[in-house]
């Protein structure tokens, strides 16, 4: 099964409402919008909902080399907040490691507005796909 097969059957993507807007092998982007239930007492995104399109976005990336790889570690500061209707984006960039433990950067926007960012650690090593000659 390919990796966007898998992600387009995700039961926690639907709950997020969340869309694949591009994959590259140590990228990913993905944007979902701000709904009421999404938020806290403040009225704003609360954070879960933040960090889960970050991690969303997170997850992708780290196995977009068909390398089956778990977060070991997930750090977010949050910038702005956001509202309901809000469009966000998440993007998670590879930065550095080998075939096992790799870093991530983490970056969430509400249009040009960074309204978090963050840094991953994510382990793994087996092949998700057999590649077929």
Do not use: C, W
Not at 37 to 43: I, R, V
Request: proline share 2%; glycine share 10%; net charge neutral.
């Amino acid at each position: 099964m390919r990796l966007e097969d898998v992600l387009t059957a995700d039961r926690f993507r639907k709950f997020l409402n969340a869309e694949i807007e591009e994959i590259k092998e140590g990228y990913a982007k993905v944007g979902g919008v701000v709904r009421e239930e999404y938020t806290n007492f403040h009225g704003t995104a609360h954070g879960s909902y933040i960090a889960a399109l970050a991690d969303f976005a997170l997850g992708i990336a780290a196995n977009s080399d068909n390398i089956k790889r778990f977060a070991v570690t997930i750090k977010m500061n949050y910038l702005k907040p956001a509202f309901p209707g809000d469009k966000l984006t998440a993007e998670a960039f590879r930065r550095g490691g080998g075939r096992n433990l790799v870093f991530f950067e983490i970056d969430v926007r509400k249009g040009e507005l960074s309204i978090a960012r963050g840094d991953a650690i994510v382990y793994g090593r087996e092949q998700i796909v057999k590649e077929k000659d």
